[in-house]
């Protein structure tokens, strides 16, 4: 009993230890980039491909890689809309424009338009609280900041609505990863896609979902309009946390596990799972051609340490990585083989795959995986690959830092 009580003090200890060291890293390194935020200010300029409209099927596909050329034409379909708007973001700034959007929305909503919002409440603790007050013309739901039940570990509970959606009349629908306000629409890299056609119903079907799940009790829900399609080309993959559903993963797992010449995936925040990356190593290694686009330095500065911890397997494995310069890249896009793409909202992170509410479209399209490569190769103008040789010769603090970090790897 002496014995075993000695090993637990130890044990509490280390633990302890180890807790001091996480906070003592986490303060230095919000420090340091606090400073250079402040001393070296990030570049804005960066490469950009204009807008690409592909047809799929019955349905055409465009890709967006710069907010202001997305937002124009998201306020033009708000603006023209007839019957219903569902709109959904994780964050809605309340700048100018946030502001634009949010008066778009009402006017479509003064006109008769049936408007529905969706905004996750901890995503906007520091935007002011009445920039969310709409008229009762337009029906507003806040996914709670705290949902009671984390605190009984409940996964079910924890996740976040890190959803961007937005359709139009059941005609026309946009995903990807911007959230809206004036630092994405000119300062951010970032993917987005606008679907025209019939699949549209299935993100139509993704909100209203959602909103019939969370809206309060005895408030009438949203019937769904339209008619079921189905197109095997384009798939609209949902996490679920409230039921345990996580297909995206599996369908990251899935394409690279199939891949026969190259992956490309371009990621805000990269830390992918130990399953994740023993299929990106098992590809490079039967001869695909592995490529990873992040940020040198992204907009977290923990997350990019604790996704530091992969790279030296990565590197080993014969995975690429490339990093982004001056900006921050917050795409969530992978294109495989030149046949297969997604474009959506989840990163490779836990908290993404295994956590939080997401949306991912899957397009089988050689047209839309071409116009992706050509994005990614417009993107590695402004890029650095990282070699092997360079990640082994980082400092010692630096590996330290990693090291600490580490078990973090299994809640990012």
């Known amino acids: 009993m002496l014995r075993r009580a000695k090993v637990m003090t130890w044990v509490r200890r280390g633990l302890l230890g180890l807790l001091a060291a996480q906070v003592a890293v986490v303060a230095t390194l919000l420090g340091i980039d606090h400073w250079r935020k402040k001393v070296r200010p990030h570049r804005v300029a960066f490469p950009r491909t204009e807008p690409a409209s592909v047809p799929v099927g019955e349905n055409t596909v465009t890709v967006y890689t710069y907010g202001a050329d997305l937002f124009e034409d998201m306020l033009k379909e708000i603006r023209g809309a007839r019957h219903r708007i569902l709109f959904e973001s994780y964050i809605i700034k309340s700048d100018s424009v946030g502001q634009e959007f949010k008066a778009a929305l009402i006017e479509a909503a003064e006109r008769g338009v049936e408007v529905y ?10 935007v002011p609280r009445r920039f969310f007050d709409f008229p009762p013309s337009v029906r507003v739901l806040r996914y709670p900041a705290f949902r009671p039940g984390v605190l009984l570990l409940d996964v079910r509970k924890s996740g976040r609505d890190h959803r961007k959606i937005l359709t139009v009349d059941g005609r026309v629908g946009f995903v990807g990863g911007f959230n809206i306000g004036t630092i994405y629409a000119i300062e951010w890299r970032d993917t987005h896609m606008r679907l025209v056609g019939p699949e549209v119903w299935e993100l139509e079907n993704a909100f209203v979902d959602f909103w019939n799940s969370h809206k309060a009790v005895g408030e009438p829900g949203i019937e769904l309009l339209g008619e079921t399609t189905w197109d095997s080309r384009i798939r609209v993959h949902r996490n679920v946390p409230e039921v345990l559903i996580y297909p995206i993963r599996a369908m990251f797992l899935e394409a690279v596990d199939r891949a026969k010449d190259r992956a490309l995936f371009t990621q805000a925040y990269f830390i992918p799972d130990r399953e994740l990356v023993r299929v990106l190593i098992e590809a490079a290694g039967r001869g695909v051609d592995v490529n990873v686009l992040i940020p040198e330095t992204s907009n977290h500065v923990v997350a990019d340490w604790i996704a530091r911890g992969r790279y030296s397997e990565l590197l080993r494995g014969g995975v690429r990585l490339w990093l982004y310069q001056g900006t921050m890249v917050h795409a ?17 992170d836990r908290l993404s795959l295994t956590g939080n509410y997401e949306v991912n479209v899957e397009i089988f399209d050689e047209g839309v995986a071409r116009h992706l490569e050509r994005v990614f190769e417009t993107d590695l103008t402004n890029a650095r690959e990282l070699t092997e040789q360079e990640w082994r010769g ?3 603090m630096a590996k330290f830092s990693e090291l600490v970090l580490a078990p973090w790897r299994g809640i990012l």
């Open 394 to 396: 980082r400092p010692v």
């Open 332 to 348: 969530k896009t992978a294109t495989v083989d030149g046949r297969w793409s997604t474009i959506g909202t989840a990163n490779v």
């Open 117 to 126: 919002v969706v905004y996750d409440g901890f995503a906007n603790l520091v």
